[in-house]
C-alpha cells in the first residue's frame, strides 16, 4: 500500500469520520489524479480523489464544480476537502461513463442530454476568474503533436518547410479559435467524462482545467470524440441542432450561422492535434500506453476536416502521407 493511500486512509477515518468502510480502485485518467471507491457500510459509495498538490490542484476543481452545480449541471458534490492534502471525498457518480453505454439505441438521447447541459454551462456559468483560452495557451498545446508525436514518437526530423507550414497552419487554427464567442469552457468534455444512468444526466467530471475560451471547443469535444467515431453528416446534424439551441438561448447570435461551421471544423483540428501529442506524452513521459490506440482515430479527424479547406489540406496530406503510414 502506497503511502499516499495511507495518508487518504487516515484522512477518511480522520477529518471524514468514516468508519468500517473499504476502499477500491475506482478509475484512472490521463493526469496524475487518483481515483478510489468507497463503499460505506450502510451499501452506499462515495469517490475519494487523491491528487498530488505538488502535480494537480484540488482548488479548481472545488470552485468549477461550485459553479456547475449552481446552473444545475451534475457536477459531483463535494462532501469533504482537504486541499493542502490534495483529498477530496465526492458524491459518486457511478461507473457508467457515456463510452460505456453509446450505441445507436442510446446516442440520441445521451447526446441531447450532454447538448442540454453544454448549454446550460455556456448560457449561464460565469467564467470570470478562469484563466483564459489565449493565444500562448493554443499555441503550446498544438506544439505538443511536433514535439510529443512527431519527434519523440515517430522520430520524425521536419524539413524547414514542414516546420513552416506546421507555423502558418497553427496561426490559422489560434486565429479561428480567437474570433469566436467567449464563454465558459469545460475542455474535457467527451464519452469518458460524461457518466450515464444519474439524474440529472450527464454527470459531468474532469473540469478542474476549465477555461474561457471559443464556444465551439466543448461541442467538437464531443461530437468528434477521440474516443468514439459517427459519421461526418451526423456530426453535422447534432452541430447545427446545437447552434438552434445555443440561438434560442443567447450563446450564438443568428448571424453566426455562416461562420459556425467552419470554426467547429477547425476547433476540432486544434483540439485533435493537441490530443495526439498528449496521447504520445502519455506514453513516453507518463508510462501510459493504453492511449497510443486512439490516435489514428484521432488524426483521422484531421484528414477528413482538413482535405475540405484549402488552407488545412497542406496539414492534412502530411497528416495522411507521412504521420498516419509512420503509426
Known amino acids: 500500500m502506497s503511502q499516499r493511500l495511507d495518508e487518504l486512509n487516515s484522512w477518511l477515518r480522520g477529518e471524514c469520520g468514516l468508519q468500517a468502510f473499504e476502499v477500491e480502485p475506482a478509475s484512472e485518467d490521463a493526469s496524475f489524479r487518483r481515483y478510489y471507491r468507497v463503499r460505506l457500510p450502510d451499501g452506499t459509495t462515495r469517490i475519494a480523489m487523491d491528487a498530488p498538490p505538488e502535480r494537480e490542484s484540488c482548488a479548481s476543481f472545488v470552485d468549477v464544480a461550485a459553479r456547475l452545480q449552481k446552473v444545475g449541471v451534475h457536477a459531483p458534490s463535494v462532501h469533504r476537502q482537504e486541499l493542502e492534502k490534495g483529498f477530496l471525498l465526492l458524491e459518486d457518480l457511478g461507473s457508467s461513463s457515456y463510452l460505456d453505454v453509446l450505441d445507436e439505441s442510446t446516442v440520441e438521447s ?8 453544454l448549454v446550460s454551462m455556456q448560457a449561464c456559468v460565469d467564467p470570470a476568474g478562469l484563466p483564459p483560452y489565449d493565444r500562448a495557451l493554443l499555441d503550446e498545446e498544438m506544439g505538443l503533436f511536433p514535439r510529443w508525436l512527431l519527434e519523440t514518437h515517430l522520430s520524425m526530423a521536419l524539413t524547414g518547410a514542414e516546420e513552416a507550414m506546421l507555423e502558418d497552419t497553427f496561426a490559422v487554427l489560434a486565429e479561428n479559435a480567437l474570433e469566436q464567442p467567449q464563454v465558459f469552457v469545460h475542455r474535457d468534455y467527451h464519452s469518458r467524462n460524461l457518466m ?15 477555461v474561457e475560451g471559443p464556444v465551439t471547443y466543448d461541442l467538437v469535444s464531443l461530437l468528434r470524440d477521440c474516443y468514439v467515431r459517427w459519421p461526418r453528416e451526423r456530426v453535422e446534424e447534432w452541430a447545427w441542432g446545437y447552434f438552434r439551441l445555443a440561438v434560442q438561448s443567447g450563446v450564438m447570435r443568428e448571424e453566426q450561422e455562416e461562420r459556425f461551421l467552419r470554426w467547429f471544423d477547425l476547433m476540432g483540428v486544434q483540439r485533435h492535434l493537441k ?24 488524426l483521422g479527424y484531421v484528414v477528413e476536416v482538413g482535405h475540405g479547406y484549402p488552407e488545412l489540406d497542406p496539414l492534412a496530406t502530411f497528416v495522411e502521407e507521412k504521420v498516419l503510414s509512420a503509426l
Do not use: C
Not at 198 to 207: I, R
Open 110 to 117: 445521451l447526446y441531447g442530454n450532454a447538448l442540454g447541459a
Open 196 to 210: 450515464a444512468g444519474v439524474s440529472p444526466e450527464p454527470g459531468v467530471l474532469d473540469f478542474q482545467d476549465a
Open 275 to 298: 490530443a495526439s501529442g498528449i496521447f504520445a506524452r502519455l506514453y513516453h513521459r507518463d508510462n501510459k500506453p493504453g492511449y497510443l490506440a486512439d490516435i489514428p482515430r484521432t
